[in-house]
């Protein structure tokens, strides 16, 4: 494993975190507690220190399962969790008043509630699961923030930024008053790197690269055959014939990088860990077996030039979160 500055937290986190929704198992169909258990601590064993959950996934059953195994770890983990919004709208929309959303209260109590989950005294990273910048001058967030951080029950803040929006977070990381962002980034999604990358890295606001792997497109294991059950968030995310698109996509990217079939995770996380304005990549992981491999990806190192110059023309700009 290899470690990176969170920005100006000064936490030295793996470059590969651990997205803790899939464990959840709401949302996310499949999950088995003891297997994710055991993946969880396998992570830790093999140098994983960073941890991103949040209130929303399963409802505290994600917040519970990486409590139960942070409180045996022998070594220091670092948890980020989030704070959900009141109206439950994910992502922000424009026009929402904060009143809606992230009213003080719901900060303090959500803060709260994910500390018990977690049975920990402390959060080393609280942040607000959908950010609006139409909020940047109201009070809620910037008084929560504080009162959090001076009572002890977080460490550091920061949003995670709606999805494909990198650019609605610079004006908040321009008022100084959060440590980190968390944002959509990977061979499809390349935009953070125009203006947010360059931002972070000049405030020194440290970087959560997350969906690493397109939610399990950029494995190259989803074709149009592949089934989702119908409440498995998913099937919705992989509507219609995107499972079709993405594996044309995914197919292209393998010509012309004359990958072997199974080569496409290792070239995915190695992407996301060859920028250095990334703190951590967190991609989701339920098994030992996905653990092991993506935790083998620090050692591999950032991806030579020529490959980034082609993986730039797989760039894909579109939005399946939406309808
Ligand atoms: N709004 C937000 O703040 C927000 C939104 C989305 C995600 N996140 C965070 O980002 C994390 C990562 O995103 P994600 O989990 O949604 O998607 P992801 O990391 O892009 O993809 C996860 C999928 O990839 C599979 N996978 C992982 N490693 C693999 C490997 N080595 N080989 C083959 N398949 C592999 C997983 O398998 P299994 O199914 O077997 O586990 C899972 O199906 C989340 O867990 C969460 O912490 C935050």
């Not at 026009?95 to 500390?115: C, K, N, W």
């Not at 790197?193 to 494995?219: M, Q």
């Not at 030992?288 to 020529?306: H, T, Y």
């Amino acid at each position: 494993m290899r470690y990176r500055r969170l920005g100006r937290t000064g936490f030295h986190v793996s470059e590969i975190g651990y997205g803790a929704w899939g464990i959840g198992g709401t949302q996310w169909l499949g999950a088995d507690d003891r297997e994710s258990r055991l993946a969880l601590r396998h992570a830790i064993d093999l140098g994983l220190n960073f941890i991103d959950t949040a209130l929303a996934y399963g409802e505290g059953h994600s917040e519970e399962l990486v409590g139960d195994v942070v409180r045996e770890a022998d070594h220091k983990i670092y948890v980020a969790s989030k704070v959900p919004p009141k109206n439950q709208l994910w992502p922000a929309r424009p026009g929402i008043p904060i009143a809606e959303v992230f009213p003080y209260d719901h900060i303090m109590q959500s803060t709260e509630r994910s500390l018990k989950n977690l049975k920990l005294d402390t959060i080393d990273l609280q942040q607000l699961h959908v950010w609006n910048p139409e909020w940047i001058a109201r009070e809620e967030w910037q008084r929560a923030f504080e009162d959090i951080k001076q009572t002890g029950k977080a460490r550091a803040v920061g949003v995670s930024i709606n999805d494909h929006q990198p650019d609605s977070a610079l004006e908040i990381i321009k008022t100084g008053l959060i440590d980190s962002v968390q944002v959509i980034y990977n061979i499809f999604d390349q935009s953070p790197e125009k203006h947010l990358f360059p931002l972070a890295l000049e405030r020194d606001i440290g970087v959560i690269a997350r969906v690493p792997l397109d939610e399990g497109a950029l494995t190259g294991k989803i074709d149009q055959f592949t089934q989702f059950e119908p409440t498995d968030f998913r099937a919705k995310y992989f509507q219609g014939d995107r499972k079709k698109q993405v594996a044309e996509r995914v197919a292209a990217i393998q010509r012309d990088l004359q990958l072997s079939n199974g080569g496409m995770p290792e070239v995915a996380l190695r992407f996301c860990i060859s920028h250095p304005a990334v703190s951590s990549v967190i991609p989701g992981m339920r098994t030992r077996a996905n653990v092991d491999f993506n935790c083998s990806i620090p050692g591999k190192g950032p991806l030579p030039d020529k490959v980034i110059a082609i993986l730039k023309k797989h760039a894909w700009e579109r939005n399946f979160y939406g309808a």
